[in-house]
């Protein structure tokens, strides 16, 4: 048994191995435990069921973890960006089969992916507009570089009043995605490689949160009836194109808390995932697969204003997406931490309220996880990498890298 185990047979001996590991160091800091990673790794393998995965740049923002599994596996394979930006500069660094899964209508920002092309880079953009086609055209043929990029199908699902999924494509059946290709196929500057379909409303939403009995039920009905429909969605139009004559290199799907309903679908060939590696507090609670917190923050007690509470300094740390409790940090270890509704957590000091066992004193760490996974990159200039109970390298993420795609 590992040290990890043996530390974490309580949440109090989990508090002090981390406290022990954290006591030099200044605070605040985000680490990530690289055995608890590891073992996420290793249970997406066996969700993934033999397909590769594409990991997901957005969900890490590190170099030192991109390397340490770019390649890797043989069950991981290419790089899914977010920024073509951040695609060229990953090129510079020198990866490659990169996938950029937005579109961009940013010049400069493709000009670079330009020049790693030249250099003999694989990398695909994303497009689901005429509009975007044309411009990439216009910018290749000015100078003579040829695009590769990929088709992003819509998978929501919709009902009488209810969108269930996210905005992101305006191609929402096979023969959009089939006029689409057509556009593509008539231009010289640009080459269709890939079909990507990211069915957000099945990978990104929990369906066992405790204390929301119904709340799940529905989820769980509604990823039910949406699964099939959206793969049988994407499999039509991976139909449709041969068909016409029109063959993908590649079909992309899902998110880390879809696998299981993805990998069903016989067009996918690759899968994509990268909150998994971290576990942030937006996947805790998912009736499919259970994840380990690999990755958080720790700030200080600087004062007690009651006998129990304990501010302390820093931790207004919120994710993105709709706002409430949800985005917020949660405070982790010691176990008995909770945030105060009416303050939160605040921008220079967070107070929280504990009722554990621990003896908590002005100067002791407390640790929180992020809503969700690479937005805490974006907080903190190093990762410090956590492996046999010490700091084993201290990582720059993006941000220490004096990078900001988006």
Request: hydrophobic share 40%.
């Amino acid at each position: 048994m590992d040290g990890f185990h043996v530390a974490a047979n309580t949440a109090g001996n989990q508090y002090q191995r981390y406290k022990a590991i954290l006591a030099q160091e200044r605070l605040p800091v985000a680490f990530v435990d690289l055995e608890v990673m590891q073992r996420n790794v290793d249970a997406l393998a066996k969700r993934a069921a033999g397909l590769p995965i594409r990991l997901v740049t957005k969900s890490v923002r590190c170099l030192s973890i991109l390397r340490r599994y770019y390649g890797k596996g043989p069950f991981l394979s290419g790089l899914m960006c977010y920024s073509p930006a951040e695609a060229a500069w990953l090129a510079e660094e020198g990866f490659d089969d990169l996938l950029v899964a937005y579109p961009s209508a940013e010049t400069a920002d493709l000009a670079g992916v330009i020049r790693q092309l030249r250099l003999g880079r694989n990398i695909v953009l994303m497009v689901d507009s005429p509009v975007q086609v044309d411009h990439l055209d216009r910018m290749a043929r000015e100078s003579a570089a040829v695009f590769r990029v990929a088709i992003d199908l819509d998978m929501s699902s919709d009902l009488p009043g209810l969108h269930f999924g996210v905005r992101r494509s305006p191609l929402t059946t096979p023969s959009d995605v089939l006029a689409l290709a057509r556009r593509i196929d008539g231009c010289t500057g640009v080459r269709l490689m890939g079909l990507m379909g990211y069915e957000g409303q099945i990978a990104g939403l929990m369906d066992d949160v405790p204390g929301q009995g119904l709340r799940n039920l529905i989820l769980r009905r509604l990823k039910a009836w949406s699964g099939p429909q959206v793969n049988a969605r994407r499999d039509d139009s991976v139909h449709m194109l041969k068909k016409a004559g029109i063959h993908l290199r590649f079909v992309n799907g899902g998110g880390s808390g879809s696998f299981e309903s993805t990998r069903t679908d016989p067009s996918v060939t690759e899968l994509a995932a990268g909150s998994a590696l971290y576990a942030p507090a937006l996947f805790d609670h998912y009736r499919n697969f259970k994840l380990e917190p690999a990755a958080g923050f720790a700030v200080r007690i600087a004062r007690q204003p009651k006998r129990d509470v304990f501010t302390c300094s820093g931790g207004g740390y919120p994710a993105s997406g709709p706002s409430g409790l949800n985005r917020a940090p949660i405070p982790w270890l010691p176990e008995g931490s909770r945030l105060i509704p009416d303050e939160g957590a605040g921008e220079v000091q967070t107070p929280v309220v504990y009722d554990g066992p621990e003896e908590l004193r002005i100067g002791d760490p407390v640790l929180f996880r992020h809503a969700k996974a690479g937005e805490l990159c974006e907080r903190f200039n190093e990762l410090l990498l956590i492996e046999n109970g010490q700091v084993v390298e201290r990582a720059k993420t993006y941000r220490g890298q004096g990078h900001c795609f988006l």
